[in-house]
């Protein structure tokens, strides 16, 4: 699965060099052609054979063994493993017998006339072997001997040629126009997670934006009607995992689209692009509202490749006589709720009922009740005795329970009870392949619009108070608008989330383009500073059209597709988790002469404490 | 000109949203068709027409007059120009004799059906016409709005369908690899001009680079072969006339290539993206090596589109009697030397001749001794008497002078005389073109390879030592190679700059990949910190293969296409020659507890002194 597709024209990748075939493209249909190969020694077989490699493959090349080759023999012999070297010679068969199936030039081999030592390697500190195990730190400290692997070959060139896909869908099939937008800008209000780089004049900065919404709002009020960029942004929010202070979207704005009209857009151009050693995407990909999502999957991005949905079984208790039950159903919200965990009583161990139980109680201050059936579907579970025989029919139906499943049951809060046994559904899914079933199909990409997200909610800190839940721009949803002036909590948004496999991969709305309104959310709702951002009303003033957009996280998307751990093994010079270069050691000390122009000095933490 | 050739195959820029189609592509073929059309309101004529733009053209919609049409009537008369609006109607021909031939779309008009207002425009600060002239900060200060400009949107469509032919070149034809490098990283050693970005751990930064120079070179010890990148770049030199703190380049680096390989890659590169509206490119471009570019244009820039060479007429003056001459020619590297000013003598006045002598005297601290010819060739020149007739008709054969020339001497030391006279080459050029003549055709476009630079240049600081003409990494010229270790101020490099109308407009070079050689010339000749490499150093003891490449100026090569006034023009948001974003007003004062999470404080100028 490392081999990539063929592309519509083949690319001539030995065009403006010295050699005249790649290592890896050599065929029986090449025999009897006279060769000129660059590459890297990948190993050597007892003086007599050396396999050499570059990055379309491997190819092996015969030692002249006679006397009249003394040189050539001295060089391919000695040459260290990892070595560069140019060789040139004769594609031949290689002997009956000797056809390597599992190599793709294992049919043929080169009969060398000559040879040369381009570089020599010294020691190195891992072999250039996918199979060899090096921890994540030796790998980005040599990442130029990483980058070496077939896996680090083969997820750049495909993260290449799925952008490049996406530009042709863009740009010469849709009219799109790929501007670039500046990364000096001024900080938004209320970016905390903002880089700031100083002037040279005292006290002023620019900053690295999150993302370039300002600016692909105003190219709409510019007439530009359909935007992209494959933008670089930057957040700063110290060591998460999955994330990098740097990071790339894919970039999209347009004048005069509704929602439908972005999605399926998008639809398409993952189809379009998407790699062809995959199943094609069928498209369009299904929807699902917010409120949806949070009862079913208890997140606003399920994994919908498997099961396990949240049920609300609060009916089968209205009438119940135990009283703790009775009492979360007489609260505003109160629900109770249930997850069916397949096999759960087959697989899962004591201790891991109780890890499950200690997340809730920890995280979610909620207790969990787990149910454990046996091969007859009967209850194993304290509350076994408390509940009726036809409530547990009931349930047995509502969650379409299987002999040896185990069901966790809760009560509580209706928000509360879906984050908590959403959070579980992903734990035991885990647990559950972590046991060998298999739940999430490697090969399966399960995408899902999630939409009618809340246009604010309330602020953590001060929850009397809104923020918006996405960004200030993004439009209310038609149905609402007279809501705004009410009751603004109760406000759904124009914003839709595209999700992968449980990872949301794209955001996206349509974009207030009335000034009156920009201004009633801005400086009434959400009580910002209108002045900083008056550029942008202002231009709301000047006839901005309507205009919607979205970004796709490509790094994510890339992980996703080629099945990478981590977001760092498509993306060819990652940071580490606390955001260092391990290669060059950055961020690093520089003196204080070079902030001068500047105008600023570190504060050490002992300075201002 | 405005106008962009048609691509391979027409994009579809209605797809995904309500229009049916651009008001600015609708023909006669398009005659009965019922359309949808959104856009601005460029002008109406008395209520009975009006005129709509969007980006690709203008398109005349009749008002309907009749009375059941009144609502209709009544959006289109009194929404104020620039409004956005959405018509819908049939296309009619235009009535006999009122086809407007200089309009695209002026042999049909719309017969309105339904309108909406879709945003009504306030009282603009200036009009949205090309040729209503505005002041750069009036534009910078309201891009939005001057974006809408034909101008601009030819400009910044032109860049993206000129980047993306680019790409399906490199990308697809030929195999290279797109990779985004990162932007936050160590700063390079004397890299006086990175902008720095304070990081969350006290004291340390990351830098902005100036180019992904390492990482192109590092990619290629990864194996990575072919790479491309379409970079964003910061430079930190305050106000410079036509540089941005942030730009972009096509960055390009390729394993096992020599010079001539990359030269053959750009000639085919730019010939395949070239504007189809242009003549078409002739390759390969000629080329000139670094010493005849200066000894003939006195730059390592030189505009070839025009004559004015500077010609050596040392030999002429070898037994000359003019004792000042004399002292001149016997210095080391002294020369006397001359350019011919066309027709100088019929356009230039005294005070233009002024001019051109104290710009010698201030700037080159040279005498300039102007000769006029008249209509006969006769000589009017305080030094004509000192100079034999035969060696006047030795000038006018070397210089190729024609009747009413002006002829500019000068002597002194080689270098200096050819920077003096290829300034003043310039000067006179453009004089002669304020005057009227044209010497310089606006749609010729002259690339010129120059080749053969030196290495290193004594330091401007301290001459006594070295630093690299361009960068520590190129490599040193194969014939030279010996004089590293005896004169290495006379080691030719393997660098080549491209220039186009005497603007450079690319830069590259074969890269030393023997670490031996690199850690000499860094640690030896440059008395560089070796430790802030090691990185570098390290990986090219690890096979690292022979690599070279280049970078192309991209906001340069495109205002030279376009014919842009400036840089600013075919970038969607410049920043303003004070490095200000004038529309937003960054960089911005920040308050301290901002700052604080990077442990960094503003010393105002005060504090410090």
Redo the contacts between chains.
């Keep these: 699965s490392l081999v990539l597709s063929p592309?519509r024209?083949i690319?001539?990748?030995n065009?403006?060099?010295?050699?005249t075939n790649t290592c890896g493209e050599l065929r029986t249909s090449h025999l009897g052609q006279e060769v000129t190969l660059?590459g890297?020694i990948q190993y050597r077989r007892q003086n007599i054979f050396l396999v050499l490699?570059?990055?379309q493959g491997l190819v092996q090349v015969v030692i002249p063994q006679d006397e009249s080759a003394a040189s050539v023999k001295k060089i391919l012999c000695e040459a260290p493993v990892?070595?560069?070297v140019?060789v040139s010679g004769t594609v031949v068969s290689r002997p009956p017998g000797q056809e390597n199936p599992k190599m793709a030039t294992g049919e043929i081999e080169i009969k060398v006339k000559t040879a040369e030592l381009?570089?020599?390697?010294?020691k190195?500190p891992f072999e250039i072997k996918d199979f060899v195990k090096k921890t994540e730190a030796l790998r980005l400290q040599?990442?130029?001997?990483?980058?070496?692997s077939f896996q680090?070959?083969y997820n750049?060139?495909l993260r290449?040629?799925m952008?490049?896909k996406m530009?042709?869908y863009l740009?010469?099939?849709?009219?799109f126009?790929?501007?670039?937008?500046?990364?000096?800008?001024?900080?938004t209000p209320g970016g905390?997670k903002e880089?700031?780089?100083?002037?040279?004049?005292?006290?002023?900065?620019?900053?690295?934006p999150q993302s370039p919404q300002?600016?692909k709002q105003?190219?709409m009020?510019?007439?530009?009607?359909?935007y992209f960029q494959v933008a670089?942004c930057?957040r700063?929010e110290?060591s998460r995992p999955d994330r990098q202070?740097?990071f790339?979207q894919i970039d999209i704005e347009?004048?005069?689209?509704?929602q439908t009209?972005?999605q399926?857009?998008i639809e398409d151009l993952l189809r379009y692009s998407w790699p062809k050693d995959k199943d094609p995407l069928i498209v369009p990909f299904p929807s699902m509202t917010f409120a949806e999502a949070l009862s079913t999957y208890g997140t606003d991005k399920p994994d919908t490749r498997f099961g396990m949905k949240i049920v609300d079984i609060s009916d089968m208790f209205r009438n119940t006589k135990i009283e703790i039950l009775q009492d979360v159903l007489s609260q505003p919200q109160g629900t109770i709720k249930a997850i069916c965990i397949p096999e759960g009583t087959k697989y899962f161990k004591r201790k891991d009922v109780e890890t499950i139980r200690k997340l809730a109680t920890d995280q979610f201050n909620q207790e969990i009740l787990p149910v454990f059936l046996n091969a007859n579907l009967n209850w194993n579970s304290p509350v076994a005795k408390s509940i009726m025989e036809e409530q547990k029919l009931e349930l047995l139906r509502l969650l379409e329970i299987q002999e040896e499943d185990m069901v966790l049951l809760t009560a509580g809060e209706h928000n509360k009870t879906c984050s908590l046994l959403g959070k579980l559904r992903l734990e035991c899914a885990d647990l559950l392949e972590a046991r060998g079933m298999v739940l999430r199909d490697s090969a399966l990409f399960s995408f899902l619009w999630v939409v009618d997200f809340p246009l604010f909610l309330p602020k953590e800190d001060n929850p009397g108070e809104l923020e918006s839940a996405h960004h200030p721009f993004t439009a209310p949803h038609p149905s609402d608008i007279h809501l705004l002036y009410t009751e603004p909590e109760k406000v759904r948004s124009q914003h839709y989330d595209l999700v992968l496999n449980g990872s949301e991969i794209g955001g996206g709305s349509i974009r207030i383009?009335?000034a009156e309104l920009q201004r009633y959310i801005l400086a009434t709702l959400l009580k910002e500073d209108v002045k900083l951002l008056s550029?942008l009303l202002q231009?709301?003033?000047?006839?901005?059209?309507?205009h919607g957009g979205i970004a796709l996280g490509l790094d994510r998307l890339l992980c996703l597709v080629t099945g990478a751990a981590s977001i760092r093994d498509v993306?060819?010079?990652p940071?580490s988790f606390r955001?260092h270069?391990l290669?060059?050691?950055?961020?690093?000390?520089?003196p204080p002469e070079?902030?001068?122009p500047?105008?600023?000095?570190?504060?050490?933490?002992t300075d201002?404490e």
């Design positions: 592309q024209r690319p001539d990748f065009s403006f060099v010295g050699r660059c890297w490699r570059d990055f990892e070595s560069v140019q381009l570089n020599s390697c010294k190195l040599y990442r130029y001997l990483d980058l070496r680090m070959q750049l060139r290449s040629q952008v490049m530009r042709e740009c010469n099939l849709h009219g126009v790929d501007i670039e937008t500046p990364t000096l800008f001024k900080k905390a880089f700031v780089v100083p002037s040279r004049e005292p006290g002023k900065f620019y900053s690295l300002q600016f105003l190219l009020v510019g007439g530009l009607d359909r670089r930057y700063d110290g202070p740097e790339t347009m004048s005069f689209v509704d009209g972005i399926s857009l383009h009335d550029h231009a709301l003033d000047y006839g901005a059209p309507p993306i060819a010079f940071k955001g270069d290669m060059s050691n950055a961020p690093d000390y520089i070079e902030l001068r500047y105008h600023i000095q570190v504060s050490r933490p201002s």
